[in-house]
């Protein structure tokens, strides 16, 4: 463990324990002045829970719709929007059943409204405009990935500014979080993000079909596979080399990897739909490649902060958070680049990684001490399916060109 991570442990250790492993308020426990309701609906969860000021978890509830979308073999907006509507009441009243909370207690409502898909975003935002206006409570609108960016917060006391990588199955950034509502956009996905594309991978290899798999979401069984495939069987090119920016881009390496199966279903002269004898080799040469490209473009970030002061040269952090930072594969080469650049590597919980209400609660948290945000009219308040986080200083990045070691020695990390 190198120093940074050393030190930020520590502090860690000498910090609140704001994660709660129970959903459920504990009898006569102490409550804050200040309680937060977060919902979040901005994709195919719908969550809820409630955060006091301390960052402790009184109650929390989530309705996964995962089975059904596998069985369609990807999310389609109307069905969301309808099963986010037949949840979102159970959910909510679960959630305030298990913090012992009832509404009238509440400090404000905080709601994911942007990014997200627009059906999905406007059942949560519906739900929650009617609520504040029946109870004349504040609301607290949250942007998703700033939510993400800030749920680190919850389990460690980490002061400001830090680097933070958020990757999931709709979106890939690197941005500085300098405060609450406060970040530099340092680069993101110009097309699809690592979630969409491992998934659409899995899709066109049939895992679903496959024994271990049939009921694995796309990424976690294109990472089972790949524990005991070899990688090297598949050499792929990444993407934006010539580029010395923090951007990402995956559409081409998916368009490669489609081709490269369909070569091997012609060399074992399979048709598409059946499982391919060499499945765990490509599984693991894709995970492979997602992950090399993920670390050369945070490895750029990580030096263009340091050499602009943006982060300090001594105890920086990278933040690693969103669905995708559960790989295993890709959060060990994450943790090898942040120890060779004397960083700490911090990510939340695996199952805060990924939607949940608990992160738009904290968030509202935030904002409501900050002051930042705390609406008491809606009036014109609506969802927005695009926005950005931030400041955008991308082109910046790009006019730094700066290199980064060669991909022999990236690869290693990966390794």
């Not at 400090?107 to 029946?134: I, W």
């Amino acid at each position: 463990m190198n120093g940074a991570a050393r030190s930020v442990l520590q502090s860690v250790k000498r910090g609140r324990a704001a994660w709660l492993s129970s959903s459920s308020a504990l009898p006569g426990k102490q409550r804050f002045r200040r309680l937060v309701l977060g919902i979040e609906t901005s994709c195919d969860d719908t969550g809820a829970a409630v955060v006091d000021e301390a960052g402790c978890v009184l109650g929390e509830a989530l309705h996964c719709q995962k089975e059904v979308h596998l069985q369609t073999g990807g999310i389609i907006p109307v069905v969301a929007q309808q099963l986010h509507r037949e949840n979102i009441e159970q959910v909510v009243q679960e959630a305030l059943r298990a913090s012992g909370v009832s509404v009238p207690e509440l400090g404000a409502v905080a709601t994911t409204v942007k990014p997200g898909l627009a059906l999905s975003l406007g059942v949560g935002l519906q739900y929650s405009l009617s609520l504040v206006s029946r109870h004349q409570k504040p609301f607290i609108p949250i942007h998703h990935m700033e939510a993400h960016a800030l749920t680190v917060r919850l389990t460690h006391p980490l002061p400001f500014p830090f680097l933070v990588l958020l990757i999931s199955g709709g979106h890939c950034l690197l941005a500085v979080a300098q405060g609450v509502s406060d970040f530099l956009l340092l680069g993101q996905s110009v097309d699809i993000a690592p979630g969409d594309m491992l998934d659409k991978v899995a899709r066109r290899l049939s895992l679903r079909k496959h024994p271990e798999c049939h009921s694995m979401a796309g990424g976690k069984a294109i990472e089972h596979l790949a524990q005991t495939g070899n990688q090297e069987l598949l050499p792929l090119r990444l993407p934006m080399q010539q580029y010395r920016n923090c951007d990402f881009s995956f559409s081409g390496l998916q368009n490669l990897v489609n081709n490269a199966i369909v070569q091997k279903e012609k060399e074992e002269g399979i048709q598409e739909g059946e499982i391919l004898a060499c499945v765990k080799d490509v599984a693991a040469a894709v995970q492979h490649a997602v992950t090399v490209h993920i670390i050369q473009r945070t490895y750029r970030a990580m030096l263009f902060c340091i050499k602009t002061s943006i982060l300090p040269t001594k105890n920086a952090t990278l933040v690693v958070s969103g669905g995708v930072a559960s790989n295993q594969y890709i959060r060990k080469g994450l943790q090898n680049l942040a120890d060779a650049n004397d960083f700490a590597l911090l990510c939340p919980p695996p199952r805060l990684c990924t939607d949940n209400g608990v992160m738009i609660a904290w968030n509202g948290i935030e904002r409501l001490r900050a002051g930042l945000g705390v609406l008491h009219s809606t009036a014109g308040i609506r969802y927005e399916p695009r926005a950005p986080l931030g400041i955008d200083i991308s082109k910046r990045v790009q006019e730094e060109s700066i290199k980064v070691p060669e991909l022999k020695k990236i690869r290693r990390f990966a390794s």
